[in-house]
């Protein structure tokens, strides 16, 4: 059974875990001596050449480094607009629910502050927008930023403590289903962006048992926690 919010388990545990968001070239220039001149030596002719050296070529000649993708440390608070810019940025790797992260209105650190968090097993979008105060991320891998219209190849089905895939790209659109699910521990969420708001929750559910969602190519995101591998299946 879907809902509309995420579950009120989920939030708590939320809570719980705040403390954890001009080439040169070669000029060759000959002299001729002149010869038979009226006045001029009557000694044997003179000639001479000189080449002048190639000119030095300006600037380095190493080849130019290779621009690097704009990340954020995988531990600290930043501020927005001043120590890491609006966008959405990517983490993975993240093993045992121990990367935590936090958008924040302000840097009171009152629980009421918070915009979105979440404790990540896996990988992890989040946007940080221009309102944003503050991004807090603790014990995560390095955030990437990446462009939120990429487009890729995606595999065909996601492990069921995955975390975030983004549809189209890491995930193809489809039915998928997962067995072996025990006590509520299964979550998935089909989201329509990385904001992580209630608002942006288009249905999830916690499952025991088996566990059957089908992800539309008009969603942006799916998130899975705790559920046995994925299969798609139509």
């Known amino acids: 059974m879907s809902h509309t919010t995420a579950p009120q388990q989920q939030r708590n545990w ?3 875990h705040k403390t954890l968001t001009a080439t040169g070239a070669i000029v060759a220039l000959v002299v001729i001596g002149a010869t038979g001149c009226e006045g001029g030596d009557t000694s044997s002719p003179k000639s001479s050449a000189k ?10 000649s190493k080849a130019p480094a290779e621009k690097k993708a704009v990340t954020i440390a995988g531990d600290g608070d930043f501020e927005v607009g001043s120590d890491v810019k609006p966008g959405l940025y990517r983490t993975s790797g993240n093993e045992d629910a121990m990367c935590y992260w936090e958008r924040a209105k302000d840097s009171s650190g009152d629980t009421d502050s918070i915009l979105a968090n979440d404790n990540v097993t896996g990988t992890s979008y989040v946007e940080v927008k221009a309102s944003d105060k503050l991004f807090k991320s603790s014990g995560c891998k390095e955030w990437e930023a990446v462009d939120k219209k990429a487009t890729g190849t995606p595999k065909a089905a996601p ?4 975390g975030m895939f983004k549809v189209g790209v890491d995930i193809a659109p489809g039915t998928y289903k997962s067995t072996g699910n025990t006590d509520d521990g299964c ?9 992580h708001s209630t608002d942006s929750i288009l ?14 190519a008009s969603d942006a995101y799916f998130k899975t926690s705790g559920c046995g591998d994925w299969v798609k299946t139509g």
């Open 51 to 60: 080449q002048e050296q190639p000119a030095k070529q300006g600037g380095d």
């Open 14 to 16: 939320f809570a719980r």
């Open 159 to 162: 492990k069921g403590d995955g």
């Open 203 to 216: 249905a999830n559910n916690n499952v025991s048992g088996t566990a059957i969602v089908k992800v539309s």
């Open 187 to 195: 979550y998935w969420e089909r989201a329509k962006d990385a904001s």
